[in-house]
């Protein structure tokens, strides 16, 4: 198990790491046989987010950090640690894990390994969307300016749906919770804004906490950056969706089929999601009467009246 440890600790200046400003990561893989702590010290107010890589399965803990602050995280090498990713999403921090951990950056690497920087959306729509998870329908709504864009969930029926993946740990399923929700995603910082409208609440992240659940159009980002190990895109041409030219791409989990996409050359955007378990389609996200117009920055506003909730 990984134990999460508030405490004071002290440093070794040679096995320090250091991680400074906004949407900063190290990919680390373990070089020791043996249990180790990793210490996280945060030279300033801090928040970031640490994944393990399992053999089997994947766990992410997210940290906050004030100035001084320390949180320790016992690694036991024999539950099969195969990398650990260290994420900051604001901030300053250093990084002592005892010569336990080397960066993978260290280690040599082929192009098909190295990950190309993902390009930014552009131009401005609104669009329709259809999400089908086994015949349950959800209709939403999107605006998009550039690199911001907002996706509303317009189904008024509360209901829980079920959604399977496929990863290192097999099939999963969750259950998610249907409402008013806003999700507003700005790709040039990587900040997340999530809108409970019933509540009458918002949270901020400096990450997508929400989008993996409640966002799919960010799924095939998330997999294929957090779990670039686990999974590849295999580029499939050109085709059309509608009357919108598209870039065509699967994502695979060594030879099984997990995700088809379709992300459009005009605005570097996903069009149309397809998600498969066995073979068969599990889940499709697509745009729906995609209309060229100005949308007003005003959108993306939080309305006074909400109130902010803590992570």
């Not at 999400?131 to 911001?148: A, R, S, T, V």
């Amino acid at each position: 198990m990984i134990a999460l440890i508030i405490s004071n600790c002290l440093f070794a200046q040679e096995t320090i790491d250091r991680l400074s400003g906004k949407n900063q990561k190290i990919h680390y893989l373990v070089k020791s046989d043996l249990p180790f702590e990793v210490t996280i010290k945060s030279e300033t107010s801090s928040k970031g987010e640490i994944n393990y890589i399992f053999e089997n399965f994947d766990y992410s803990n997210y940290f906050q950090l004030e100035k001084g602050g320390t949180a320790s995280y016992r690694i036991n090498p024999t539950e099969k640690v195969k990398k650990i990713i260290i994420k900051l999403f604001e901030g300053a921090i250093l990084i002592d894990h005892g010569g336990k951990l080397v960066k993978a950056s260290e280690m040599p690497q082929t192009a098909s390994q190295t990950n190309q920087p993902e390009l930014l959306p552009r131009g401005s729509f609104i669009a329709d969307t259809i999400w089908n998870i086994d015949g349950e329908i959800i209709k939403g709504k999107i605006y998009l300016k550039d690199y911001m864009y907002r996706y509303d969930m317009t189904d008024e029926r509360k209901r829980k749906i079920k959604i399977k993946s496929v990863g290192a740990h097999g099939i999963t399923q969750q259950i998610i919770e249907l409402k008013n929700l806003t999700i507003i995603v700005n790709k040039k910082t990587g900040k997340e804004i999530a809108i409970d409208h019933e509540e009458k609440n918002y949270y901020e992240s400096e990450g997508l906490l929400f989008s993996p659940l409640y966002n799919p159009s960010e799924s095939f980002y998330i997999m294929k950056s957090t779990f670039s190990e686990h999974y590849k895109v295999v580029d499939r041409g050109s085709e059309n969706i509608g009357q919108i030219t598209c870039d065509k791409k699967d994502l695979r989990y060594g030879e099984i089929l997990v995700q088809t996409i379709w992300i459009s050359k005009k605005y570097n955007f996903p069009i149309k999601t397809i998600n498969y378990i066995e073979g068969k389609e599990h889940m499709v996200f697509e745009l729906k009467n995609i209309k060229e117009t100005s949308v007003d920055l005003k959108i993306f506003e939080i309305p006074k009246v909400y109130k902010k909730k803590e992570l």
